[in-house]
Each structure stands twice: as C-alpha cells, then as structure tokens.
T-cell receptor, first 115, second 114 residues
C-alpha cells in the first residue's frame, strides 16, 4: 500500500497546455508539499499545506496553483505550460505538529516534459 | 543564503569499501533535524537516516551512520561496506523547528565500482 502516491508518473505535453498532477497520502499526516526537481537535480520547495491551509508559497509563477480538498490530498495545476516547467515534481507529506523536525515522506515523482 | 552545502558533486568508491559524504549546514535555531535521502536512477526519494539536534549519539541505520559534529555544523553520511546498489545521488537536508519544509543540498552522486 503506497504511502504517498502521485498521478500521473509521466506527462508529455505541448507548450501552452494546462495540466494537473494529483497526490494522495494515507499516512494520516497533516502537512503536504510540492517540490520541484530541476534538470540539475536541485530540489526546491514550491508549496506546502497544513490541514488544508496554505503555509508555504515560495516564489513560483502564478501559473502554478495548488489545491488541497482535504488533508490527505494535494493537487498541482499548471496553466499555460512553458519549456522551463519541464522537471520532476515530487509530492511529500509529514506530521505537522509545532516543533516537529521529522522526515518528509515522498511520492515517486511526476516527470513533466513540455515540448 | 544556502542552508545546506554539499561540496562533493561526485564520488567513486570501490565495492566493500566505506565512503563519507560531506554535509555542512547553517542555522541559528537550537532545534532542528538533519536528514539524508538517497535517489537512485529510478528517481524515487528514499529516506536513509535522521539526526535530531539534541541527540547526543550519532544516528545509525544498518550500514549508514551520520557523523554529527554540532559545533562544526557538519552532518556527514558514512556508508560502510559499499554495494553496487548504493550507486545513487545522495541528498543532505535540514528541517528547522520553526519551518515546515526540508531544505536540501545540491546532492552528491556516488558510483560504486565492482
């Protein structure tokens, strides 16, 4: 039973299209994240939700919009895709108590290729 | 400012030998967690080991140990008895007590030679 699952695993699409990536976790965690891993493998936080509330919103173009319908789900919608959006997008989850410094559990990643 | 620094972009190690991956961090918090993750060529992020800032003992998990030197702000990963399956990218990360996210270093690629 996968703890953090993302779909789809691969997306290939044309510039200008809109796409969504879905994420679900069954760990009972309060906090979920989206990370972007670029072509140089650098991992950068994009967004985080804690109990459906947006708590981290890094400098990301407005074309990216996260949505958390409940604390077990976090989706990422990307409008007007650009070549530079090609990357691997990781969803992750964690316990969310104040003062907690434990690990994040990652999904398998969704590789987005924009042509 | 970069919170996590990994200065070794790539390393080669002979099978069955030990390898040390360097990581230094920057924080003014007293409470934080340090992590190492492994990313094989298949792409998933695998959690390896955790060290809390108040832990007095160095963390160990099987063949992985974390050499924690708090005064030097260093959290090096030691992989003992390397195996071919250890070939991967390794990321050091930190989570500060007042922050929900993990901040990652740039990663070190390890290649194990037979």
């Amino acid at each position: 039973d996968t703890a953090v699952s993302q779909t789809p695993k691969y997306l290939v699409t044309q510039m200008g299209n809109d796409k969504s990536i879905k994420c679900e976790q069954n760990l009972g965690h309060d906090t979920m994240y989206w990370y972007k891993q670029d072509s140089k493998k650098f991992l950068k936080i994009m967004f985080s939700y804690n109990n459906k509330e947006l708590i981290i919103n890094e400098t990301v173009p407005n074309r990216f919009s996260p949505k958390s319908p409940d604390k077990a789900h976090l989706n990422l919608h990307i409008n007007s895709l650009e070549l530079g959006d090609s990357a691997v997008y990781f969803c992750a989850s964690s316990k969310g108590e104040v003062g907690y410094t434990g690990e994040l559990f990652f999904g398998e990643g969704s590789r987005l290729t924009v042509l | 400012a970069q919170k996590i620094t990994q200065t070794q972009p790539g390393m080669f190690v002979q099978e069955k030998e030990a390898v040390t991956l360097d990581c230094t961090y920057d924080t003014s918090d007293q409470s934080y967690g340090l992590f190492w993750y492994k990313q094989p060529s298949s792409g998933e992020m695998i959690f390896l080991i955790y060290q809390g800032s108040y832990d007095e003992q160095n963390a160990t998990e099987g063949r992985y140990s974390l050499n924690f030197q708090k005064a030097r702000k260093s959290a090096n990963l030691v992989i003992s008895a390397s195996q071919l399956g250890d070939s991967a990218m390794y990321f050091c990360a930190m989570r500060e007590v007042n922050d929900y996210k993990l901040s990652f270093g740039a990663g070190t690629t390890v290649t194990v030679r037979a």
